[in-house]
């Protein structure tokens, strides 16, 4: 009896062990929306969600919808497969920023700050996100 | 330390290269400067001669004699490139242009990453080509100081780090440290070593050249 009392914690152990590390991977996005656009590319960003999560004060610290200078992102809409929130959905090719420069520009604002104002230091040139195999 | 060099540093950098410039500009137009120019006799009247196209062909082909062209060919294509693709290669880089962009709103044109990449290799082939005659023809290594070395090593360095930032070998971040601070390196001391040929190279070939071929002594700047 113990021993199957043993075998049974054993197995789900290895299944929390399992779907914690499933979690751990599916965090990770590839940035990859600039595919099939035209233009000169580097490999894909993999993109640590929570990470950047823990980082960040607030959801609209990156996330953004813009009037007249001002955050107006109701944060609600902020769900997974919601088209609308995609970077993509605005920054256009004929918008004034473009995907590549809405990407670089959100992205680069935090990871150039000093070394000296951040507790631990982020990929601060191309090759750190856009990571060749 | 990290901060400085991919910050404040590169300001620096770009602002002692274009007053160091400036500088050295000025003070060759100072230096060069006298009450009296004299004039040459004309040694014969010129006659105006009928050009056709083949006499204008033989002109040029005979003028390459007693050039590099005619005493070392290789070196002289090897030099042309090398000298061609320094200033291309960095200045229509991707990444290059992605930073300039981001900093200042607006970029130059850019060539594919894999060109970059093949004439980066094609400067670090010349300069390997420099070094090997520096090192191994005895006619140049008879004038070759250290200084040479350490000139042709700021020169290459930032080609070097670049290559291998590219494709990512060895440590990423350390090799785009050692590449910005090879670059800035070679901003501030073309001004102040021989590297100025860069700016030097116009007035020597065509402001000298031309006072002494068609306005006879007189100073054209």
Known sequence: MKRLGFCAFFIAFSFVLLANSLLAQSDVMILDSMKGLPGK????VPFPHNLHVEKGGSCKDCHHLYEKG???LDESSL??????IFCSSCHGSK???NLEQAYHGQCMGCHKKPLKEQKKAPPRYCGGCHIRK | MVDFVQGPLITIAFIIFILGILFQLIQFFRLTRKKEWGRLPIAYEMKPEKKTPEKILASCLASLNGTLWKTDPVLTVATSVFHVLLILTPLFLLGHNILLDQSCGWSLFSFPEP?????????LLCGVYFLGRRILL???RAITTIYDYVVWLIAVAPFLTGFFAYHQWFHYETVMLVHILSGEIML?????TKLGHMLFFFLYRFFIGGEYSF????RTW
């Open chain 1, 41 to 44: 590319k580097r490999p894909p």
């Open chain 1, 70 to 72: 001002e955050n107006v």
């Open chain 1, 79 to 84: 769900t997974e497969g919601n088209k609308e």
């Open chain 1, 95 to 97: 918008a004034r920023l």
């Open chain 2, 115 to 123: 060109l970059s990449d093949g004439l980066t290799l094609i400067v």
């Open chain 2, 138 to 140: 005895a006619k140049v």
């Open chain 2, 188 to 192: 501030i001391t073309i001004p102040f």
């Open chain 2, 215 to 218: 306005l006879r002594g007189s």
